[in-house]
């Protein structure tokens, strides 16, 4: 069985990272863009990291321009925009695609995992996509694709998906769930 451990990806300044390096850890692995309207979340996982980040805790933050080209900068423009603004200091990859033929085999093996299981209901942002995917992908529901930008998954110490949060979902409660898992 594979594990998040299994794979490799590229760090923002294009040099090979075997994800085995994080043996042990929590992940919350995240498809992120600095132009989206969750992109205020960067904040909130900022503040998670530091939380708990001496319990053995990390964010892997890749960066996507799959959305509405809501990530259009370089890499290194991206990393100062989130240092500037947020102050984010977790670990940021190089920017790459989450869905089709390009998606990174990473990428791939976490929406097989854990596939979409609905935006969150009390999320006002929740009718805007639901109509946007309603006239623009039918079918939308029933793949595991990511949909939107600041889709996270939970990894466990063993490597393993243990959740699923799309951007609408409440932040407090994935921080929930991450302190679960330590």
């Keep these: 069985m594979e594990t998040v451990y299994d ?3 590229l760090d923002k300044k294009g040099n090979k990272v075997n994800l085995s390096q994080f043996k ?3 992940l919350l692995v995240v498809n992120t863009a600095t132009g989206c309207g969750f992109t205020p979340q960067y904040e909130e996982l900022e503040t998670m990291y530091r939380r708990h980040k001496d319990s053995g805790f990390e ?3 890749f960066p996507c321009d799959q959305f509405g080209h809501q990530a259009p900068g370089s890499d290194e423009e991206i990393t100062k925009f989130c240092q500037m603004k947020f102050g984010a200091d977790f670990p940021q990859f190089k920017k790459s695609e989450v869905n089709g033929e390009n ?4 990428f791939q093996w976490l ?6 299981e609905g935006f969150d209901a009390d999320n006002e942002l929740t009718p ?4 946007m995917f309603d006239e623009k992908c039918p079918g939308w529901r029933e793949n595991s694709d990511i949909k939107w930008n600041f889709t996270k998954f939970l990894i466990n110490r063993k490597g393993e ?3 699923r949060f799309e951007p609408t979902h409440d932040m407090a409660d994935v921080e929930r769930q ?3 898992q330590l």
Excluded at 128 to 131: I, P, Y
Aim: hydrophobic residues 60%.
């Design 128 to 131: 805007v996509l639901e109509n």
């Design 24 to 26: 042990g850890n929590v």
């Design 7 to 9: 794979f490799c990806v």
């Design 161 to 163: 998906v243990v959740a």
């Design 59 to 61: 964010i892997l933050d």
């Design 103 to 106: 998606a990174l085999p990473l």
């Design 178 to 180: 991450v302190a679960e």
């Design 111 to 116: 929406k097989a995992q854990k596939g979409f």
